[in-house]
C-alpha cells in the first residue's frame, strides 16, 4: 500500500499529514519518472514509475514521503527537435511546482540534451546524466502563523513605490546586523523601516525573488544573474535570500513589513525562463513537454519564438502554462500575502496567434480571479516581439511603467527645448496615453525617471556615455539612449560648480517626480547619491557595483532623504496630487483643474505652448474639493533666471512658497497675487494659495 494512484489536483508535490502527493503536466509524455534523493540531493535513493494519468497530469501517492524528501522527474518520450520534441530521461528536471529547492545548479555539458559540440547540434542526443549538478525540489509543510498580520491595503492614489534588490538593498548598511545583510531578514532590519517611514514610501516593489539560475557565460566570466530574471521555478522563494528556509524566511519579512505599513510588490518574470533557445539546457519545462509550455516558430517548430530577447517566451494561450502562472501568482497571494506584481514584459503574457491582444486569456483570468481582484497589477508595456511596445494598451484596472514620462523629464532637464507640451502631459498624468477604455485615473500611470534597468539618478547628471566595462561584453550590452548629462565633466570630478548642478539637476528629477499625478516611483538609493559608475545594466554586477552605497548617508547636500520627506509630504498635504480621476482645464462654470499659465500669469494660447526653445512651464492645479487651496507649481529648465507673476485667482490673494530646489532656497516667503517673483536657473517652486 505504500504506492497509490493519487489524485490529479493539486499539482506539484502535496503533503497531507500521512503521505505526499506527486501531479505532473507532460502530455505529449509516454512515461514519467518520480526519482528520490537522500536529504543532501547528492544520492538518487529510488525511482517510481508513476502509475496513473489523468487528463494529461501525472500522478501518485506516497504515503511514507514528508517534508523534507528531495525529488526531481525523468520524462520519456519521443526527443525530435524537428518536431518541438525534446524528451530526455537522462536529465533529472525541477518540478516546474516546486516550493523549495535544494543545491545550486553546477554548469556541465550534461545539463543539455544533445551532445555538446557536436555537428549536429541539437539534432544529436545526450546520455550521460545531469543529476549529480541539478538543483532538486523539496517536499515542504507549508504551515505558518501569521498572527495579528494585517495588509495595509493602500489606496492607489496614496501610492508611493520603492524599487529595490532584496540583497543590493543592505548589503552595504553597516546599521544591519551582519548575519541578515543581503536576505529578506535585513529588509526589516529598524535601520532599514526607519529610512523607508522618513522618505515617506508606501510600497517596496523587489526585484525577482523567484528561484534563478545564473548563466553558465555569466559564471564563466566570474559574474552572476545578479538581478534574477531568469526564472527556473515560479513558485519557489530564492534559496540565496534565505538559506534556512526561504519560503519561511519570506513570510516573516512580508509579516513584518506589514505590520510597518508597507505593501510587498514582486517583480515577476512569466514571459520566459532560464531555459534559454534551442541550444539552451534541460533543466525542466523542455523535458517535460516543450510544446506546450513555450511558443515555437510555426513550420519550424525546432526554434523558438524570441519575443523576449532571452531564446523563449512562455505559451500563455495553452491552457496548462495559463494554469501555471495563474496558480503562481494565487500562491504568492494566498500562501506569502504579497500585495501586488510587476510583470516583466508584459506584452509577452497578454500575446495570441496575431499579436497582443488586451482581450487575451491571461486578462481575462486575472479579471474574474477573486484571489487577485484586490493587489495591485503593474505592466511593464513592452516586449521585443513584433508590435511590442503598448504604453496604454492594457485593460482597465491595470498600471504601467511610463516610459514618455522618464524620457521626457530627462530631456527637459538635461536642458532640451521645445518640451513643454509633453512635459505639461507628463506632469498631469499622460492623458493623452491613459484615458481611454474606462481607465479613470491617473493611477494608471507609474511614472519614474530611473529604474533598476538603466542610470541611477547619480549618473544621469554624471554621465553622457554607458560604461559597462565591468560586464566583459565590450560595452555593447545596454542601453544608448538614455538622455543623460555629465554636466561638463564625464564622471567623477571635484569642480565645485559642476557638483552644484549635478546636485540641482537632482533635487529637480526628485521633484517633477513626486509632484507629477499619478504613481511615482523611486529607484532605490537615489536619494542617497548612489553610483553605478556609469553602468547602465548591472544585471550582473553581484558586488559594490550593483549594491546601494550608503556612504553619502546623513552627508550634506548629497543625501537628498530630507528633500523626498518633504516632497511625500506635500503628495500627502495637497490632494490635487493624488488626483483620482484626469485633471481638466477650464470647465462650464468657470473652475479649472489646471490652469497652464504664461510668466506673465495669462492662459497659454497655442503660440506659448510651440514657443521656439521653450524651456519654462508654470501651472495651477485647483483644489479638489471646496475648501481646498490651489497649487501653482513651476518648472524653470532654463539656464537663466525667469521672471514671472504670481497667478491672479478669485479663491486666493496671497500665495506661500512650499518649495524651491535651488541652492539658496527660501521657503516660506509670502507674496501677493500679482507680485513678481524670480524662478532661478534650472529650479521647482511650488506654492500654495491662501485666501
Known sequence: MRLSAGAPHPLGSTWDGRGTNFALFSANAAKVELCLFDNQGRRELER???????????????????????????????????????????????????????????????????????????????????????????????????????RPLI???????????????????????????????????????QHLKQLGVTTLELLPIHAFVDERQLIERGLGNYWGYNTLCFFAPE??????????????????????????????????????????????????????????????????????????????THPRVLQMVMDSLRYWVETCRVDGFRFDLATTLGRGPNGFDRGAAFFAAIRQDPVLTGVKLIAEPWDLGPGGYQVGGFPAGWSEWNDHFRRTLRRYWAGEGHLIGDLGGRMTGSTDLFNHDGRRGPRASINHVTVHDGFTLADLVSYERKHNEANLEDNRDGSDDNHSTNCGVEGPTDDPKILELRRQLRRNLLSSLLLAQGVPLLLA?????????????????????????????????????????????????????????????????????????????????????????????????????????????????????IEFLLPTLPECSRWTLVLDTSPNAQTGRQLTSGEKSHAPARSVLVFSGTP
Not at 548575519?179 to 529578506?184: P, Q, V
Request: contains cysteine; hydrophobic residues 35%; charged residues 25%.
Open 525 to 641: 538609493g537615489d536619494e542617497v547619491g548612489n553610483s553605478q559608475g556609469g553602468n547602465n545594466n548591472a544585471y550582473c554586477q553581484d558586488n559594490p557595483i550593483g549594491w546601494v552605497d550608503w556612504s553619502a548617508l546623513g552627508r550634506e547636500g548629497e543625501d537628498m532623504t530630507a528633500l523626498v520627506a518633504q516632497l511625500t509630504e506635500l503628495r500627502y498635504r495637497f490632494p490635487q496630487l493624488r488626483a483620482r480621476r484626469f485633471v481638466e482645464g477650464r470647465r462650464t462654470d468657470g473652475s479649472h483643474g489646471v490652469l497652464w499659465l504664461t510668466p506673465e500669469a495669462t492662459e497659454m494660447k497655442e503660440p506659448d505652448w510651440n514657443f521656439p526653445e521653450g524651456r519654462f512651464l508654470s501651472y495651477v492645479l485647483g483644489p479638489v474639493q471646496q475648501g481646498q487651496t490651489p497649487l501653482y507649481i513651476v518648472l524653470n529648465g532654463a539656464p537663466e533666471t
Open 239 to 316: 534559496p540565496r535570500y534565505g538559506a534556512d528556509g526561504p519560503l519561511d524566511a519570506f513570510r516573516s519579512t512580508v509579516s513584518r513589513l506589514h505590520d510597518a505599513g508597507f505593501e510587498i510588490v514582486l517583480d515577476v518574470v512569466y514571459n520566459h525562463t532560464a531555459e534559454g533557445n534551442h541550444l539552451g539546457p534541460t533543466l525542466s519545462f523542455r523535458g517535460i513537454d516543450n510544446t506546450s509550455y513555450y511558443w515555437l516558430k510555426s513550420g519550424e517548430p525546432r526554434y523558438y519564438e524570441n519575443f523576449t530577447g532571452t531564446g523563449n517566451a512562455l505559451n500563455l
Open 48 to 150: 517510481i514509475s508513476i502509475p496513473e494519468r489523468t487528463e494529461d497530469v501525472w500522478h501518485c501517492y506516497l504515503n511514507d514521503v514528508v517534508p523534507g524528501q528531495v525529488y526531481g522527474y525523468r520524462v520519456y518520450g519521443p526527443y525530435e527537435p524537428e518536431r518541438g520534441f525534446r524528451f530526455n530521461p537522462n536529465k533529472l528536471l525541477v518540478d516546474p511546482y516546486a516550493k523549495r529547492l535544494t543545491g545550486r545548479l553546477v554548469w556541465s555539458d550534461a545539463h543539455f540534451g544533445y551532445r555538446a559540440g557536436s555537428p549536429r547540434a541539437d539534432l544529436s542526443f545526450d546520455r550521460r546524466d545531469n543529476s549529480r549538478g541539478m538543483p532538486k525540489a523539496v517536499v515542504l509543510d507549508e504551515a505558518f502563523t501569521w498572527g495579528e498580520e494585517r
Open 155 to 193: 489606496a492607489w492614489e496614496d501610492t508611493i513605490i520603492y524599487e529595490a534588490h532584496v540583497k543590493g538593498l543592505t548589503q552595504q548598511r553597516d546599521d544591519v546586523p551582519a548575519a541578515w545583510r543581503g536576505t529578506f531578514r535585513g529588509l526589516t532590519a529598524p535601520s532599514v523601516i
